[in-house]
């Protein structure tokens, strides 16, 4: 396969027709944007069964930066359309393999720790109270999504206390007391 032909049936699975596939090839910020496309549009599909696909077909672009940015895009868009913590496991897991495509370790190591931080997001979402040493284990961009969500109120306390920066903690704190105001 060729990064043309790649780039090509990218665009064809995702019915995206107004794309310049050589100047997408020529191109790599004009190919990130078309990956961005593709994957929004991979990520509303109700079936996961070409992701896989989508996912090896992406890794194969020469310039890992822009593969891993859709990787991390697609990761980021599924968890939020899945249902629920096991399903995204699930997928997560059908997907590693891919992951070693990637040249760089720290590629792989980045996109597997947004998979874990997903993972505890939803756990979270689903109602799982996290222990501090659960939390520690979260990135700052994790703790920071959860203290800027909808968050219940004994994780943005646990987030206030614990949270991993400064920020974090008063971004939590101050979620927590705006909530109480509201109460009162």
Known sequence: MT????VAELLDAAGILDVDVDEAVADEHVRSSAYRRIVSAAASSR??????ATLATILRDPVEVVSKSAVVELVDRVAMEVDGREAFRQWTAELLPELDRFKAEGNREFVRCRMHDWLFYLSVKEGHMPTSAE??????????TLAEGATPSAVLALLAESGSSRKIRNIARNRAGSRKLRRQ
Do not use: G, N, V
């Open 3 to 6: 990064l043309r032909s790649d």
């Open 135 to 144: 939390l520690a284990k979260a990135t700052r961009w994790m703790q920071r």
């Open 47 to 52: 079936s996961r069964e070409r992701d896989r």
